[in-house]
């Protein structure tokens, strides 16, 4: 059974948004950082996003102004909000989790997948 589950995602025109969650509700787990990353078919999987437990955030250049990322410490959630979405932002995007701090950049969990396209 996946530990981080995701959700949402799907198909949307160039300009659209769409929004990923990520579920890392475990017991005995405590996280510090929640990320997301995405790969392109025929690429490596690159970063997108991070956030940590204190809201600190990071995001790749090509998303700035355009995605949102955010969480609830509480029940261990993650979101992310993507607007103005082009063709370029298609792939699996992954939720992923991190017991250290964002920049550290050790991400040991993570989630199945979600697949995200953008058609023009």
């Known amino acids: 059974q996946a530990q981080v589950v995701q959700s949402g995602g799907g198909s949307v025109q160039a300009g659209g948004s769409l929004r990923l969650s990520c579920d890392a509700s475990?017991?005995?787990?405590?996280?510090?950082?929640m990320g997301w990353f995405r790969q392109a078919p025929g690429k490596e999987r690159e970063a997108v996003a991070s956030i940590g437990r204190d809201g600190s955030t990071t995001y790749d250049e090509s998303v700035k102004g355009r995605f949102t990322i955010s969480r609830d410490n509480e029940k261990v959630t993650s979101s992310l909000e993507m607007n103005n979405l082009r063709v370029e932002d298609t792939g699996t995007y992954y939720c992923?989790?991190?017991?250290?701090?964002?920049?550290?950049?050790?991400?040991?969990?993570w989630g199945q997948g979600t697949q995200v396209t953008v058609s023009s």
């Open positions: 992923a989790v991190s017991y250290s701090y964002c920049w550290a950049r050790d991400w040991p969990e």
């Open positions: 475990r017991p005995g787990w405590k996280i510090f950082c």
